[in-house]
């Protein structure tokens, strides 16, 4: 069977620190890979999406990155967190073709402060 | 493009009593519909789904929703809900048959009073 591992489960980092979140996924090949956040009592935003190694493709140009360096793997990333970028992170996978329906990963609680 | 509009950001209920939760979307073509369960700091969960064939589908935990195309309407029910339904629900599509990307609703907070 296929699951979706994300860690860390929370997260606290000051205001221009790095970030890096990781998502794995097991049971499953060549997956399309999401990254939304989820702001407090807001829904779900779309940050990145990946249909294969190395192709990315971003939805909200922002001080935030991904990449996709193995076919279950996908990183999301930052140079320096802003406090707006606090929130709720969730990953996610699919086969292709829409039939299948996301599978989320358990999220990273990240708090910049 | 496809859209979603969940109309309640909120709906509290007592408990044993039945709720709708209400989903519609836009789109010009074939798409397929999901409603997702989210429990405070969890990821989300699928309730069920809608891909063709029967409009009406039954999800897990006592949930089914119809799909009605003439009003593309795909509605979240449950006859009698409990404390434990308590949770965030979004209603999401996507293209039917080829659909990479999901759009979502911005979610209806289901409060269960006992």
């Known amino acids: 069977s296929q699951t979706i591992h994300q860690w860390p489960a929370t997260l606290v980092q000051p205001v221009g620190s790095p970030l890096s979140l990781e998502c794995t996924v097991e049971?499953?090949?060549?997956?399309?890979l999401y990254w939304y956040r989820q702001a407090a009592g807001r829904g779900l935003q779309l940050l990145f999406y990946?249909?294969?190694?190395?192709?990315i493709s971003s939805e909200v140009p922002q001080n935030l990155s991904a990449s996709r360096p193995q076919d279950r793997q996908f990183i999301l990333s930052s140079k320096k967190l802003l406090l707006s970028d606090s929130g709720f992170y969730l990953c996610?996978?699919?086969?292709?073709?829409?039939?299948?329906?996301?599978?989320f990963g358990s999220g990273t609680r990240l708090t910049v402060v | 493009a496809q859209s979603v509009t969940q109309l309640d950001s909120q709906v509290p209920v007592f408990e044993e009593a039945p709720v709708e939760l209400r989903c519609n979307y836009s789109?010009?073509?074939?798409?397929?519909l999901f409603w997702y369960v989210q429990y405070p700091n969890q990821g989300l969960q699928l309730l069920l789904k809608?891909?063709?064939?029967?409009?009406l589908v039954k999800g897990i935990n006592g949930f089914e929703a119809e799909f009605n195309k003439s009003q593309t309407s795909f509605h979240l029910r449950k006859p009698s809900v409990h404390i434990s339904d308590t949770a965030e629900y979004f209603c999401?599509?996507?293209?039917?048959?080829?659909?990479?990307?999901?759009?979502f609703g911005t979610g209806t907070s289901l409060t269960v009073i006992p």
């Open positions: 996610a996978w699919t086969r292709g073709g829409g039939d299948y329906g996301y599978t």
């Open positions: 049971g499953t090949s060549n997956p399309n």
């Open positions: 990946s249909v294969g190694i190395g192709q």
């Open positions: 789109s010009s073509v074939s798409v397929y």
């Open positions: 809608y891909l063709s064939g029967s409009t």
């Open positions: 999401a599509v996507t293209l039917g048959g080829t659909g990479n990307q999901f759009y």
